[in-house]
């Protein structure tokens, strides 16, 4: 893991989410009392079946058992702990993976109940102090023999032991991806995102991981999910190498209303790129996990929203029904646009979400906090379906969740590959223009463009929630990445209350587009000095 941090963001029910789960099984309806350990018969449906008994009790937040004694310890001490060569978990066996479990410390006080499944049936994991290395030899002596875990990563043993997954904190999970570069997160849900008042953060507070055979492409995990709003099982099944690819079911039983729910969350930092940097910041010229958000409508638009960093906490809508795909994309591998070896922010992986089945009416919504640090992440993107989350509402939702450096769409559309900003107009009229008019620049390569030139046929679609475009034109350019830069100006007054203005811009022929739809939110404010 790397050194950054995280930020958290201060009647019968109908079934919904997937339409392929026609209705509610069997086991479902069972009363579960199980604790699916101890040697017990585990699977899926004993799963969902716990977390929706639990969903009908009061919730009852874990606390620490040993809080005063991690405390003690400090950080410099659990920066100094390690895991014991040759003590991972099936480490040294002809399984494909091996398990490498992460130590409680100052910011995770309270363990995860840790599973094993092999043939059907569930033990627990016993914690063991001889799995750690410890600065000070001395300590182990020190350390209960029931502390627990914080969480675990996965190791692939096949190829060449990297660790590929990551299960720590609350339902934060995160994959270096192809290129073995920690960045972004996702998470199991998110409840109220966005909203005015404190963000939620339930917990996965167990997990089942089964045993795989020797030759096993995949490993498979289940989850328990437990919060104040809800309860929820996951099953994810996880393979590497080249992409990680997680097939995720989930099934979700709420205990109260939630105003914003959110399925399949990302979580991304964006500080600044060269759409927004200016000089006196950092020395680097961009600092970012993604730079968009990129979405696959069910009516099959691409678009392509240019992350921000705005000077207030903003989200942004968009309506679909039963989306094709979205993610946060990290789309510029160079790193000359970077500068820094030390944190590779040219290998961080994207992610991309698939829905199996129809999600049915909703939107991807992208909310965007300002940060003036690269250790907060200030970028979340999930789906908000359209029906209520009201109290005693259970959801389903299946998808494939993909680590990757590759773009997730097919290349019949030329995509955006930067946005830029400047004063609009040119040398001759600045000083005629308002300091908050503003020129966009955006860079469009692949597809159909090629390394075609724009003709009299190629229109400019570009619009404005708030005052207007002025000056549209498109330009070849580039003679080893060859591509189209459109220019566009926005005109206009200070919006009132401090909105965002909503641009959108695209290249067609006729009606047929030649690029994806790039959007951003600008928000009106003359340029530093």
Known sequence: MDRRRRRLLQSATAWVGVSSIAGLPAAWAAASNTPLTGGASFSFDRLIAHARN?????????????????????????????TRKGHQLWENSDLPFSVEFFHLDNGIRVPVDINIVTGGRARHLDYDPRMFVYPDPGMAQHIPHDLGYAGFRLHDARTDHREWLAFKGASYFRSPGTENQYGMSARGVAVNSGESGPESFPDFTRFWIERPAPGDSEITIWALLEGEHLTGAYEMRCRRPGDVIMNIR??????????????????SMFWFSETNARRGADWRPEVHDSDGLAIATGKGERIWRALNNPP??????FADENPRGFGLLQRDRNFDHYQDSGVSFEHRPSTWIEPAGNWGAGHVALFELPTNDEIYDNINAFWVPDKPATADARWAFDYKLSWTDQAPFPGDLAHVSATRTGRAGDPKTYKDRSPIDRKFVIDFQGGPIGTNQPDKDVHIDASASLGRIDNPYVIAIGSEEPGWRVFIDWLGDEPPDQQAVVLRCRLVRGDTPLTETWVYSYYPRPLPA
Do not use: C, N, W
């Open 250 to 267: 989930s099934r979700l039983f709420q205990r109260k209303a939630i105003d914003r729910l959110g399925i399949a969350p990302l979580t």
């Open 312 to 317: 207030r906490p903003d989200i942004s809508l």
């Open 54 to 82: 639990l969903a009908t009790l009061p919730y009852v937040p874990a606390q620490p058992h040993y809080g005063k004694l991690l405390s003690q310890l400090g950080y410099k001490t659990f920066m100094g702990i390690e």
